[in-house]
């Protein structure tokens, strides 16, 4: 070489150090290879390859140069044509050398933090404020962050090891003292013993060959004290309107007897007056007209205040008196029902064919016959007036008790020919939430 | 041929004032008197009735504009005069609806009764301008508006706001914007005590409700 200092000495030192140099670079090289290969980079394997291959040769040549090791012509051939070529061109090749090394641990580091692992995955979730667990069917778990595993410590006292006993644990109850699974709407929750509450939710991911399921539990502490506190106060508040709807209904019957009250003052005091009138009748010495005007008067008054019969709360009863006192008879044949809703459905019917005898049959006498078999109860009800003209065509009255008892689960017949007749079965068995 | 009249109301002070507004005159004759409203149509039915006088408010939850409705529907012919001590303005505006022959409240008396009476029969059609004004706390009934009127009767019924906008089909907040308005033109301390004193004072009456 034509640039190898004189001194021999030196000249050794200065090849020993070239020698470490080009090693380290062979082993950046070799280094660099592995990298790419388990970056699963084959594609830069191109460049790696080269770059091991000119380090080792510049290596061998330096060494067997330095040692004077060469044992063979080839070997001898191949050192001495090495040290036939210029230093500075052994060093810029080392220097190229270096800077590709260098050029491509930058590339690998880079890809490296780019690149999504199992493991970034991993460090995400675990950052995540809700837990979160990936598993196949059969409760095999793929993936789970770390607030998954301390909520499902927590709960149940056990490792998250297998998502569906985990799953049957929460359905089942079994959690550990302090703990307590609710439903917020639709939604399950799990309260804590550290009064903490989480929420479950469930989605599946459809992969090419199997299912997997991702379960969610999310923190939702705040949302279910608001939630309680919301549920209390709504309490309160229809506790108080159901308060204030019987107050209500109790003002109305106290208005009412307040004008009692109003009218029986102003009788009172009426009733002064006809004291008033007899004196000055007995004084005077009135007329007959007059006595018996304020007689009538006082017999008014005096009725008035014994007060309000007890108005008659039975429907039959009353259906009963008021065709009575239209010269109409009921006659009924067996029990008639006295729960309900048969008895508000029966004395509806005795309204509508009482009301439909008066004014078209011009009859006198109701008649309903009454039989019962294992499940059902069946009216019939007639009269004696005539007959219909014609078909009967329900309207009004009658369209609306056949919707009653259709809503009641019954059905209903009207008979036009030869005499009018109207037949309702009921069940026996009938929800009173008409 | 004297005109049959049939008196329909709960409160036997009532009834006998009309039956001797009926028996005082010749022109008038008495088919019958009840206590509920219930049977105000049979009796329409089989009494060859001319006139109704029907009460509004009855103990046993029948109410008189139900009854109108029916009696109007089947007999158009039978005469009806409501009669009321309660000065809710809506039985008034529900009784035009229905088609009554005449509305008289038992406590503002325009006209004797009887004179109405001679009037309806004669084909006249008789309302006062409007319900009695009462007081509501610091508000006159008249000074409410129709809007009011609505969420006031609603929430007498113990409704909550949000049953109340539903009912009415208005959002919450117009809701809450009309009660705030209540409770302030009337000075009441809060809607409960609003809702107790709009029943008091008989501006609304919650039990009666239109017939669907």
């Known amino acids: ?434 | 041929m004297p005109y049959k009249v049939l008196i329909v109301d709960d409160q036997i002070m009532s009834r006998q004032l009309f039956e001797s507004f009926v028996s005082a005159s010749d022109r008038y004759e008495l088919a019958a008197s009840v206590d509920t409203a219930k049977v105000a149509d049979i009796y329409c039915a089989g009494g060859r009735i001319d006139l109704v006088l029907l009460d509004v408010v009855m103990k046993d939850g029948s109410n008189g504009l139900d009854a109108a409705a029916q009696i109007r529907a089947a007999y158009p012919k039978v005469k009806i005069i409501i009669v009321t001590s309660m000065p809710d303005p809506t039985f008034l505006q529900r009784a035009k609806e229905i088609g009554v022959d005449a509305f008289w409240y038992k406590e503002v008396q325009e006209a004797p009764m009887l004179e109405i009476m001679d009037r309806v029969m004669a084909g006249e059609q008789i309302f006062p301008d409007h319900p009695p004004v009462t007081n509501l706390g610091f508000a006159k009934s008249t000074e409410f508006t129709e809007r009011e009127m609505e969420v006031l009767r609603v929430l007498a019924e113990g409704l909550t706001d949000k049953e109340i906008a539903a009912r009415l089909h208005l959002s919450l907040s117009a809701v809450r914007y009309h009660v705030n308005n209540l409770i302030s033109k009337t000075g009441q301390s809060s809607r409960t005590e609003l809702a107790v004193n709009a029943v008091r004072s008989g501006i609304t009456i919650p039990e009666v409700k239109k017939e669907k």
């Open chain 1, 1 to 434: 070489m034509n640039c190898v200092p004189a001194n021999p000495l030196l000249d050794k030192a200065l090849w020993a150090v070239m020698g470490l140099v080009s090693l380290f670079l062979f082993l950046g090289a070799v280094v660099l290879f592995a990298l790419l290969l388990r970056q699963k980079r084959y594609g830069k394997l191109w460049a790696a390859l080269p770059a091991i291959l000119l380090s080792y040769f510049l290596f061998q040549c330096i060494c067997t140069y330095t040692a004077d090791v060469a044992n063979s012509s080839a070997a001898i051939s191949v050192v001495t044509w090495f040290a036939s070529l210029p230093g500075w061109l052994v060093l810029l090749t080392c220097v190229l050398l270096a800077l590709a090394e260098g050029l491509l641990f930058r590339g690998v580091g880079a890809y490296e933090k780019s690149r999504i692992t199992p493991l970034s995955v991993k460090e995400a979730t675990d950052s995540l404020p809700m837990g979160i667990c990936a598993y196949l069917s059969g409760g095999q778990i793929v993936m789970m962050n770390q607030a998954i595993a301390d909520f499902c410590l927590k709960a149940t006292g056990n490792v998250l090891s297998d998502e569906e006993a985990f799953a049957e644990q929460l359905r089942s109850g079994s959690l550990q003292p302090g703990c307590k699974t609710v439903m917020l709407g639709e939604t399950p929750v799990i309260v804590l013993a550290d009064d903490t509450a989480w929420a479950l939710s469930e989605e599946i991911l459809s992969g090419e060959n199997e299912k997997t399921r991702i379960l969610r539990v999310s923190d939702i502490t705040e949302a279910y004290q608001k939630t309680l506190a919301l549920r209390s106060v709504q309490e309160k508040v229809s506790s108080l309107n159901q308060q204030l709807a019987k107050a209500n209904r109790e003002i109305v019957n106290l208005t009412a007897a307040q004008e009692v009250l109003n009218a029986k003052i102003k009788i009172h005091d009426e009733l002064g007056s006809s004291l008033l009138s007899i004196r000055r009748y007995l004084q005077s010495g009135g007329s007959e007209e007059e006595r018996e005007e304020i007689v009538g008067r006082l017999r008014r008054n005096v009725t008035c205040l014994k007060g309000e019969p007890e108005a008659s709360a039975d429907e039959y009863e009353l259906m009963t008196e008021t065709a009575a006192r239209l010269g109409v008879e009921i006659a009924v044949t067996g029990e008639l029902p006295q729960m309900e809703p048969h008895k508000r459905i029966l004395a509806t019917a005795m309204h509508e064919c009482l009301t439909n005898m008066l004014r078209h049959a011009d009859g006198d006498e109701l008649h309903i016959a009454l039989t019962e078999s294992e499940k059902n109860l069946v009216a019939v009800f007639t009269n004696n007036g005539k007959a219909p003209d014609g078909e009967i065509r329900e309207k009004g009255g009658l369209a609306s008790l056949r919707v009653l008892i259709e809503q009641a689960g019954g059905a209903m017949k009207v008979r036009s020919v030869p005499s009018f007749a109207i037949q309702l079965e009921l069940p026996k068995e009938v929800e009173n939430a008409l």
